[in-house]
């Protein structure tokens, strides 16, 4: 029973401690809700509707894209069941004060205010404020306030997804790497230099319509291309010339990162813009789900079966279980090794492709910290550092944990230096469980 314990926290440890940190997130943030999406506008203006059929309205809401968004819902639902809106205001209260005024002053009657619940207090919206016949039956609507979680509001979890996925798809390479029993510290760099190298690439190429797209998925396979050359040189300089792993990743890693600042000095500020239709590669939509989650789905699932289902995938274990042996059993290192780094690298380009998309520039600054993030993120799924035990599957579970992690702390409103501390201690604890589940601890 005991054994069986053991097996099962094994496997699903890291699935349980993500599940109980959600739950620890939602009941630390449950707080009042302002509503202000579609759903709600559509029900709040259906019931003015009910109420005051055929009726005059004002609707206001404060100067943000979320209640920019509610007040249009609500206008449109109210216009379709018959109503007259005399304005829309987001803004300021002078303004929203100024909408009425000017009702007031073209003699049309004020019947009802639909506010968001953030203004419905305001004291401009009050009908004694302006001693008008036309306002002296003036009400005001808002939604219901209800409490729910701010963590698992679909806003913020749909941040989370989106942040997750580059740590995510860059984390499928370095498990590789660790698997194998290396490392690669130039994750980071390699973003940088990417981000910058797909800039400098989609201006000299330039174009207009079809031209400028077929220009934009060139320049982005030549720089993932460009980046995968520098796994070759790692797995390389590790195979032929036993250059320890770790030596080799931090030198690419200082190399790169200045390359990348030359590389931005032909921009403006370190920066070089990127046209805005390549923002689409990382912000754009399907089916309601942002493009690089899905991307990092579909890469999962590809990793899933190189891993468990083909020759490579046995190959890469039994290197990092016993190298020796896997060179007497007549695998071939050198390969299985070279591959590992080269998808760890290209992965990293695409990981600084997807962040330049998404900020529409290419910036030397681009992957910052992520080489700690991503193999917090491998570590932390359990793949051990001994190499030759991990599963890619945990990786993504790992890369939710840090991700999850963060968020919390950002909704905590702590400082980026207490998240680094906290970031510390959840590594420190991964790699203390790995060796503590695998009996290596000295007793003395």
């Not at 094994?10 to 349980?16: A, I, N, P, V």
């Not at 030759?388 to 968020?407: D, F, M, Q, W, Y």
């Given at each position: 029973?005991?054994n069986?314990?053991?097996?099962?926290?094994?496997e699903y440890g890291?699935?349980g401690?993500?599940?109980?940190l959600?739950?620890?997130?939602s009941?630390?943030?449950?707080?009042?809700?302002?509503?202000t999406?579609g759903?709600?506008?559509?029900r709040?203006a259906?019931?003015?509707?009910?109420e005051?059929?055929?009726?005059?309205?004002?609707?206001?809401?404060l100067?943000?894209?979320?209640?920019?968004?509610?007040v249009?819902?609500?206008r449109?639902?109210?216009?379709?069941?018959?109503?007259?809106?005399l304005?829309?205001?987001?803004?300021?209260?002078?303004?929203?004060e100024?909408a009425?005024?000017s009702?007031?002053?073209?003699?049309?009657?004020?019947?009802v205010?639909?506010?968001?619940l953030?203004?419905?207090?305001y004291?401009i919206?009050?009908?004694?404020?302006?001693a008008?016949p036309?306002?002296?039956?003036?009400?005001?609507?808002?939604?219901r306030?209800?409490?729910?979680p701010?963590?698992?509001?679909?806003?913020?979890?749909?941040?989370?997804?989106?942040?997750?996925?580059?740590?995510a798809i860059?984390?499928?390479g370095?498990?590789?790497?660790?698997?194998?029993?290396?490392i690669?510290?130039s994750?980071?760099?390699?973003?940088?230099?990417?981000?910058?190298?797909?800039?400098?690439l989609?201006?000299?190429?330039?174009?207009?319509?079809w031209t400028l797209t077929?220009?934009?998925?060139?320049?982005?396979l030549?720089?993932?291309?460009?980046?995968?050359?520098?796994g070759?040189?790692?797995?390389?300089?590790?195979?032929?010339?036993?250059?320890p792993?770790?030596?080799?990743?931090?030198?690419?890693?200082?190399?790169?990162g200045g390359?990348?600042?030359?590389?931005?000095?032909?921009g403006?500020?370190n920066k070089?813009?990127?046209?805005?239709?390549f923002?689409?590669?990382?912000?754009?939509?399907l089916?309601?789900?942002?493009?690089?989650?899905?991307?990092?789905l579909f890469?999962?699932?590809?990793?899933?079966?190189?891993?468990?289902?083909?020759?490579?995938?046995?190959h890469?274990?039994?290197?990092?279980g016993?190298?020796?042996?896997?060179?007497l059993?007549g695998i071939?290192?050198?390969?299985?090794?070279?591959?590992a780094?080269v998808a760890?690298s290209?992965?990293?380009?695409?990981?600084?492709?997807i962040?330049?998309?998404?900020f529409?520039?290419?910036?030397?600054?681009?992957?910052?910290?992520?080489e700690l993030?991503?193999?917090s993120a491998?570590v932390?799924g359990?793949?051990?550092?001994s190499?030759?035990e991990g599963?890619?599957?945990?990786?993504?579970?790992?890369s939710?944990?840090?991700?999850?992690?963060?968020?919390?702390?950002n909704?905590?409103?702590l400082?980026?230096h207490?998240?680094?501390?906290v970031?510390?201690?959840?590594?420190l604890?991964?790699?203390?469980?790995?060796r503590?589940?695998r009996?290596?601890?000295?007793?003395?």
């Amino acid at each position: 029973m005991g054994n069986r314990l053991r097996s099962l926290f094994s496997e699903y440890g890291m699935l349980g401690v993500l599940l109980l940190l959600c739950l620890v997130c939602s009941v630390a943030t449950i707080s009042k809700q302002q509503p202000t999406d579609g759903w709600t506008a559509d029900r709040l203006a259906a019931k003015v509707a009910t109420e005051y059929p055929g009726g005059s309205a004002v609707i206001v809401g404060l100067r943000s894209g979320e209640e920019g968004a509610f007040v249009n819902a609500v206008r449109v639902g109210l216009e379709r069941r018959g109503m007259t809106v005399l304005a829309g205001v987001n803004g300021p209260p002078a303004e929203m004060e100024r909408a009425i005024r000017s009702a007031i002053a073209a003699g049309r009657r004020v019947d009802v205010i639909v506010s968001s619940l953030s203004v419905a207090e305001y004291p401009i919206l009050q009908p004694a404020r302006y001693a008008s016949p036309l306002t002296e039956k003036m009400h005001i609507v808002s939604p219901r306030v209800y409490y729910w979680p701010t963590f698992l509001l679909t806003s913020n979890l749909m941040n989370i997804v989106q942040q997750v996925s580059v740590i995510a798809i860059i984390a499928i390479g370095m498990t590789m790497v660790i698997i194998s029993g290396g490392i690669d510290l130039s994750v980071g760099s390699v973003m940088a230099l990417a981000s910058v190298t797909v800039a400098w690439l989609i201006l000299k190429l330039g174009g207009s319509g079809w031209t400028l797209t077929a220009n934009m998925w060139l320049a982005s396979l030549l720089t993932v291309a460009l980046c995968g050359l520098s796994g070759l040189f790692t797995g390389t300089m590790v195979t032929r010339f036993q250059v320890p792993p770790f030596i080799v990743t931090l030198a690419l890693m200082m190399s790169f990162g200045g390359l990348a600042f030359l590389i931005g000095e032909t921009g403006q500020g370190n920066k070089i813009s990127i046209p805005a239709e390549f923002m689409a590669f990382g912000r754009g939509k399907l089916l309601g789900m942002p493009l690089s989650v899905l991307l990092m789905l579909f890469l999962y699932a590809l990793a899933h079966l190189i891993l468990t289902r083909t020759v490579y995938g046995r190959h890469l274990y039994s290197l990092g279980g016993n190298a020796k042996a896997a060179f007497l059993s007549g695998i071939r290192v050198a390969r299985v090794t070279t591959v590992a780094y080269v998808a760890c690298s290209a992965l990293a380009g695409l990981g600084g492709i997807i962040l330049s998309s998404i900020f529409s520039a290419g910036d030397p600054l681009t992957g910052a910290q992520y080489e700690l993030m991503v193999i917090s993120a491998v570590v932390v799924g359990g793949t051990s550092l001994s190499g030759g035990e991990g599963k890619i599957v945990n990786t993504l579970v790992g890369s939710l944990v840090i991700a999850v992690t963060g968020n919390a702390m950002n909704l905590a409103r702590l400082n980026s230096h207490v998240q680094m501390v906290v970031l510390g201690g959840v590594i420190l604890a991964a790699v203390l469980i790995d060796r503590l589940k695998r009996g290596k601890v000295s007793r003395s």
